[in-house]
């Protein structure tokens, strides 16, 4: 009963990241706004979203790493393929986020900050890591 608890806290976390890292990375990656007047002209925005991250993303990052490793022991799964495919994309989508997040707080501070060109994608390389790890939970391969 504790394991089935305990997977369900994990998918509300994950759940929960995801719609922050979707945020974050819209936001950044400039799909709101081309010419950067969201970063200029709604200072509140990009505020509230930066508040949002550091309140309920992170948060909610630490308790999926917490969770997943607590259930992956509890299963006895470290070493399977599927785990590992897992696990590294979840450790591509922490750096993003940490990439993500430091170039939005860059951009509130100076004005004159080069966004990296690779960030547009960012949404789409969120939503293909959260789809391949749904798939690879699901099949186990």
Known sequence: ????WLEALHVGAVLIFTGGLVLLAVVTSGWISRDETLIHNDKKIVYGVLRWDR?????????????????????????QGWLMAKIGLVIILSAL?????????????????????????????VIF?????????????
């Open 1 to 4: 009963m504790i394991y089935l």
């Open 55 to 79: 309140r309920v993303t992170v948060p909610a990052l630490g308790m999926v790493w917490a969770s997943g490793l607590a259930l992956t022991v509890w299963g006895g799964w470290f070493g």
């Open 97 to 125: 986020h940490g990439i993500l997040s430091a170039t939005l707080r860059k951009q509130m501070q100076n004005t004159s900050t080069r966004q990296l060109s690779w960030l547009r994608y960012s949404p789409g390389v």
């Open 129 to 141: 890591c959260f789809l391949a790890i749904a798939l690879l939970v699901m099949i186990k391969p």
